[in-house]
């Protein structure tokens, strides 16, 4: 293969990740970082409100709330990214997600720092998520979107809240 | 062929070879004509005018199928208007095309067979079900069916089919005592009728050849040319459960499941079809009959004294049965007679209702339950603020009011009588008794008594269970009912009631009771008591319940592996219900199931326990203390037991059962409060918590698909305050807290 042919190969290969994509997103900074979710899976942004904890839950499950007569789970997102977890500000809040897991669709809460904006992103500007090694689990990032200087980590929602932790709590015991 | 028009001919020449064989009894060759004329209007290479007048004449076929035109009067206007539809069609077609000629004997074969798979098929079944009329064999061969019309048409019909068949099973029992019953049969006939009619137009040519058949039975019965007898409704009961099975597997088809067809089915429809192959005779009492024939006019004296005559010489039929297979006089008499003998059962009267998809149903609760909270919010708020308005006050009290009464009335919703569960019963024992060779009458009571639909469909299962241990364990054979003294037929009584705030059910039988030793012998020898322990005869009759327990010395195909009785236990936790059992040794037994009346509410006592508010529910709780010092006793440091008036119960820490040794500050025994709580097998344990907030009747919320089950909590509630609290599983608790 001629380096040209590899150059095209790589940018249409490129192209590929942002065209499946590119979209709106629902920013928000969790830390020091900027995450996005697709805006498809978000049902709606609620306040801070009590949260009950839930008995042998992983640390990552904060507990359960009341979303206007169904009581749904809400997870920690700092927890679950490994950061620490720091006492909560005005500014933090509860995205409600609704996610597929197989065949059934489950509405879940995640804790987040505080809701930026909702992003229209570019195919052009959305990269695949870069390997960090084995030591950065990377499988929750769809792909990387560059807005100016800014760069925001496309999160798979699905992913992360379905992965094995999470359904271990179903067998807590 | 391969004009534009091609297709609609092939279609309307479809049509008009199945005009003449249209008639009312058979509604599958209408629904035939029906899809053809709405693929004719549908058919867009065809004048607007033309798609027209297929799309009203299809509409007219329809209204014809659903009965809400005479048959009489549509049969003309349809024959009319398709031959209208004919002559405009050639008269068009010829002015566009004078080269094809259309009417070729060989095309039209061709017609028929490519490129209307679908409707050639049924053609071929429609054929089929008039050879098994005519010649009792109806032959069918599994074949895999592809569907391809509205999924959701489907769906409807599996539906409704399953409310037909429900409705027309003990009706049908019904008519095994009393055959004449000519409104249970026409309303049995319509509800096959309707099946088959409905299976013709998707194509499901197999339900319809089975319903088909059942129909034809029963217009049999219905037309007094055979009187229906208890073999006539066993084929009847197994075609039923053939198409319940069918229609099962034609649900499948939605999921992309090849339609089964069950293995018995050509032999059902066989039997069906040859229904004097049992005219065999049952005895009921018919001491009048003769007089009323005679009153009628329909047979002579001498007639009547031959036929009993014979019967007294030891002619096992019926005295109505001799006079009609003796050619003497017309069954249809007969029929008349017996009708009049027995007197008229009182109808059933059909409350109009209305399909809502259960999902919708649970939303528009949730949404009701949260408006009640609102409406205490704002009612909790004024009273923080001290607002002193009258007016005000007397408005948010009236609203409180009215939102509670909706509450009420959206509970309502969901509950549905236990009919249909004890209806299903009747079939069971009826069938058993026929196994086991006992004669057994069922007498249901309360059947009306309304519970939550959930709660309905899941006593079912223990429902049979029982039912099956009363036939088999409980109910004496006739030799020993006999040595007994007992009557020779023996009685299962289900019965439904309201009692405090739950629901009982309750099923009695007058067999011959549990035997307490050889039940406590039993569980010694299993392990479940131990010996020299006294027990009550509450505690030695709960042995039942464990798993694997059998007194059995045999194992039937009815029950005796002692899997049964564990599963009632199951299923009656799962719905948080009680189980008592009154036995009288040698004179029966009676289960009561005392069950929630619904699901969704629970009445509960809410507690502090650290910073958390949990609910127990009350049902379980057996009292509360404050444990003085000496009450509470450490066993080898590891746990703790508390001492309440002779009795020792394991102590528990709540707060350390649900956050493992986390909690930080442990409380003394004596600061706060100990319940003592009962799981439903009657396992105690004492709970320690913080204190009591109150009693409350709490909605029963699961934790959301996304946390699933958690040990020891049975759901969420929402509060007052809005905010969620657990709802503890005693149960679980009792077990986790015992080992």
Do not use: W
Request: with cysteine; proline share 2%; net charge negative.
């Amino acid at each position: 293969m001629t380096q040209a042919a590899d150059v095209k190969n790589k940018i249409t290969q490129h192209n590929e990740v942002g065209e499946k994509l590119a979209g709106k997103y629902l920013t928000f900074v969790l830390g020091e970082e900027e995450y996005g979710i697709e805006i498809l899976k978000v049902q709606e942004i609620i306040q801070m409100q009590k949260v009950t904890k839930v008995p042998k839950a992983p640390e990552f499950v904060r507990g359960v709330i009341n979303l206007r007569g169904k009581v749904i789970p809400v997870v920690e997102l700092r927890n679950k990214f490994g950061m620490t977890r720091q006492e909560d500000t005005e500014k933090t809040c509860i995205i409600v997600v609704m996610i597929q897991v197989g065949e059934t669709s489950i509405t879940m809460g995640i804790i987040i720092d505080e809701v930026k904006e909702v992003l229209d992103i570019a195919a052009g500007n959305i990269e695949e998520t870069p390997s960090f090694g084995a030591s950065i689990e990377t499988e929750f990032i769809m792909g990387i979107g560059k807005i100016g200087d800014n760069v925001k980590m496309l999160l798979d929602i699905d992913k992360v809240l379905s992965s094995a932790e999470l359904s271990s709590i179903s067998k807590i015991g | 062929m391969s004009n534009k028009y091609s297709q609609a001919e092939k279609l309307l020449n479809a049509i008009l070879s199945k005009l003449p064989l249209v008639e009312e009894a058979d509604l599958s060759i209408l629904a035939d004509i029906l899809k053809n004329l709405k693929l004719l209007g549908e058919n867009t290479a065809l004048p607007g005018a033309f798609q027209k007048q297929a799309k009203r004449t299809a509409k007219l076929s329809e209204n014809m199928i659903m009965e809400e035109v005479a048959f009489e009067k549509g049969i003309n206007k349809l024959s009319q208007s398709i031959e209208k539809m004919a002559e405009s069609f050639r008269n068009s077609v010829n002015k566009e095309l004078d080269t094809e000629k259309i009417e070729d004997a060989s095309q039209e074969e061709e017609v028929e067979n490519i490129p209307l798979e679908e409707e050639t098929n049924e053609k071929l079944i429609d054929d089929e079900v008039s050879i098994g009329r005519e010649e009792d064999t109806p032959n069918k061969v599994a074949t895999e069916q592809t569907f391809n019309g509205d999924p959701a048409l489907l769906a409807d019909f599996v539906a409704e089919s399953r409310e037909h068949l429900d409705g027309a099973e003990p009706l049908l029992l019904d008519l095994e005592e009393d055959s004449t019953n000519v409104d249970n049969l026409n309303t049995i006939f319509r509800a096959f009728h309707t099946i088959k009619g409905v299976a013709g137009f998707l194509g499901l040519t197999d339900v319809g050849t089975l319903s088909h058949s059942m129909e034809n039975l029963l217009d049999l019965g219905r037309k007094g040319e055979i009187i229906l007898n208890s073999h006539h409704i066993d084929i009847l009961l197994q075609g039923m459960d053939c198409l319940r099975e069918l229609i099962q597997s034609v649900e499948g088809i939605l999921s992309d499941k090849p339609l089964m067809i069950p293995k018995n089915y050509g032999e059902i429809c066989k039997k069906l079809s040859t229904p004097y192959a049992f005219d065999e005779p049952v005895e009921t009492s018919n001491k009048k009959i003769g007089e009323i024939l005679i009153e009628r006019g329909a047979a002579k004296e001498n007639e009547i004294e031959d036929a009993v005559s014979k019967q007294i010489e030891g002619d096992p039929r019926k005295v109505g049965e001799i006079l009609v297979e003796d050619n003497n006089i017309n069954p249809r008499d007969v029929a008349g007679a017996l009708a009049s003998q027995n007197a008229a059962k009182n109808k059933k009267s059909v409350e109009e209702t209305i399909r809502v998809p259960v999902e919708r149903l649970d939303q528009l609760i949730d949404s009701i339950g949260e408006a009640v909270i609102a409406q205490s919010m704002v009612y909790a708020e004024m009273a923080e603020k001290k607002l002193t308005d009258r007016t005000l006050d007397k408005k948010v009290s009236q609203s409180g009011l009215i939102m509670r009464q909706i509450q009420e009335l959206s509970m309502s919703l969901r509950m549905v009588s236990v009919k249909s569960t004890f209806q299903k019963m009747a079939r069971l024992v009826r069938d058993l008794s026929k196994k086991t060779g006992k004669h057994i009458d069922l007498v249901m009571e309360g059947e009306d008594t309304e519970l939550d639909k959930s709660v309905v469909e899941n006593i079912g299962d223990p429902l049979v269970h029982m039912i099956r241990n009363s036939v088999d364990h409980g109910i004496e054979s006739d030799e020993e009912r006999e040595t007994a003294k007992k009557s020779a037929r023996a009685k299962i009584t289900l019965r439904a009631y309201h009692r405090a705030g739950s629901v009982v059910i309750e099923i009695e039988d007058d067999g011959k009771g549990l035997n307490r030793e050889t039940l406590l012998k039993k569980a010694i020898e299993r392990g479940v008591a131990e010996e020299g322990e006294q027990y009550t005869d509450q505690e030695v009759y709960r042995f039942i319940f464990a798993p694997g327990f059998s007194t059995a010395k045999v194992v039937t195909d009815v029950s005796g592996r002692g899997v049964g009785m564990d599963v009632v236990r199951r299923n009656i936790e799962a719905l948080r219900g009680s189980v008592e059992i009154h036995s009288e040794f040698g004179k029966g037994t009676r289960i009561s199931l005392k069950l929630p009346l619904t699901l969704a509410i629970i009445d509960g006592m809410v507690v502090n326990v650290q910073s958390e508010k949990y609910i127990i529910p009350t049902l379980s709780i057996i009292e509360s203390i404050k444990p003085s010092k000496d009450q509470v006793e450490s066993v080898l440091q590891k746990g703790d037991t508390i001492k309440v008036r002779g009795n020792l119960y394991t102590l528990v820490r709540l707060s350390s059962l649900f956050n493992g040794n986390g909690g930080s500050e442990h409380k003394k025994y004596h600061d706060g409060i100990v319940m003592i709580v009962e799981d439903m097998i009657g396992k105690k344990a004492g709970l320690f918590i913080d204190d009591i907030v109150g009693q409350q009747q709490v909605v029963i919320k699961n934790l959301g698909n996304g946390i699933g089950n958690v040990q020891g909590v049975a759901g969420g509630a929402i509060m007052s305050d809005g905010n969620v609290s657990l709802i503890v599983d005693v149960g679980e608790i009792v077990k986790m807290a015992t080992g």
